[in-house]
Structure formats: structure tokens, C-alpha cells
């Protein structure tokens, strides 16, 4: 267990996806959840910095653990998830604030796989750690595989650590292109050198 931790957890400061010591990173083991320790470096990560707290009610060891445990807590036990990768990759976090301006409440991928596997990315709101936050974000991952908070970061879930990983590459790749996609506004027009996006709908050169 604490080895694929440790590898994701190395895997996600590697890829860019988390930095410094932000971001966080649990399984789930039957009725508790394994968590990176509040302040932990991701690719430090061994079994001094890695906390088992129970999923049914904060625990003591709540006060070294993640600050954002009780937002990995409320996901488990209203979700199938049973990895949580958590990042504050740059492209998610500015995207999640721009669409947020705009008054959208989620950000829809224009890339293959963000369109096939994410289908949209929803965006919610709540402080970092605080019980709404976390009410929020397990609501929207009831049918979603990675969600929001605005101008913080991604949640993002699976099975196992691995799929938490790719969804995780998934989200910031799509608002990476997204962001992009945005900056450059096509032209609307119906000349021969456009055609119609059969993903976004959008005129697109050919
Ligand atoms: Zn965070």
C-alpha cells in the first residue's frame, strides 16, 4: 500500500501536476483511508509521513494528516472511489477561475480523450479543507471522475492510484488545451476554409 503511494505520489511532483509540498494523495483500506501527513513533500513520501485515519468519524490523528482529510473522508463515503488524487496543477486552477467568471459551473474538454472519458469537469466552491468544500466535491463525484474547486484545485478518483493518476494528467491536458483553444477565437464564418467541429460544435480551419 504505502509503496503505491509512494510511487504516484513521485509520479505526480515528476509530471508537474502537484509542486513543493501542495496536494495530497490517500487510499482506501476497508473502513480507513491511508493519507499523505499534512506538509508532506509527494515524492517523499514513506511510512513516517503517511497517516491511517478511519472513514467513519475524525480520529485524533485527523490534526497530522492532510489538511484537506476530511474532504478525501466525505468522497469515500459517498463515492465508489478508492483512490483520491488531489493536485494544484496551474492549467486547472486558471481555467476553473475564468470559467467561474463567466458564470459556467463546469469546464467542457474540446480534446479527444478530455470529450470521451471526462465528457465535462465540474466546478465547485468552498474553502480549502472546510466542511462545504467537502459536501460539495462529494456530491460531484457521485458521477464524475474528477472535479474543481475553484482557484484551488483538481480531485480527481478511481479504483486504484493509477486511474486517479490518468484522470488526474486527463484534467490538466484538457484545460491545458481548453485554455489555449479559448485564447484564439475563431472567426464565425461559413467560408469554404471552415468546417464544423463534430466535438464542440465551433467553426473550425480546416
Ligand atoms: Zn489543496
Known amino acids: 500500500m504505502h509503496e503505491e503511494l ?27 483511508m491511508l493519507i499523505s501527513r499534512s506538509g508532506a513533500m509527494l515524492d517523499e513520501l514513506d511510512e513516517t ?7 467513519e468519524k475524525p480520529s485524533s490523528l485527523d490534526i497530522i494528516a492532510s489538511s484537506e482529510a476530511n474532504v478525501h473522508r466525505a468522497i469515500y463515503k459517498n463515492t465508489s472511489a478508492l483512490a483520491i488524487i488531489h493536485t494544484h496543477s496551474p492549467f486547472a486552477v486558471v481555467m476553473s477561475l475564468i470559467c467561474d467568471a463567466r458564470g459556467e459551473r463546469r469546464i467542457i474538454p474540446v480534446d479527444t480523450e478530455g470529450s470521451y472519458f471526462l465528457h465535462e469537469i465540474p466546478l465547485v466552491h468552498g474553502g480549502a479543507g472546510t466542511e ?10 457521485k458521477e464524475h471522475k474528477a472535479a474543481i474547486a475553484v482557484g484551488h484545485g483538481a480531485f480527481c478518483i478511481g479504483k486504484i ?44 480551419p480546416r
Open 161 to 204: 492510484l493509477e486511474e486517479a493518476f490518468v484522470v488526474a494528467s486527463m484534467v490538466e491536458h484538457s484545460c491545458k488545451v481548453r485554455y489555449f483553444y479559448d485564447a484564439f477565437p475563431i472567426p464565425d464564418d461559413t467560408t469554404d476554409n471552415l468546417y464544423s467541429c463534430g466535438i464542440c460544435k465551433r467553426s473550425l
Open 6 to 32: 509512494r510511487k504516484f505520489g513521485k509520479k505526480l511532483v515528476e509530471s508537474g501536476l502537484v509542486s513543493s509540498h501542495f496536494g495530497n494523495i490517500s487510499i482506501r483500506v476497508g473502513r480507513k
Open 49 to 55: 509521513n503517511v497517516v491511517e485515519v478511519d472513514l
Open 132 to 141: 462545504e468544500l467537502a459536501k460539495n466535491l462529494a456530491a460531484a463525484l
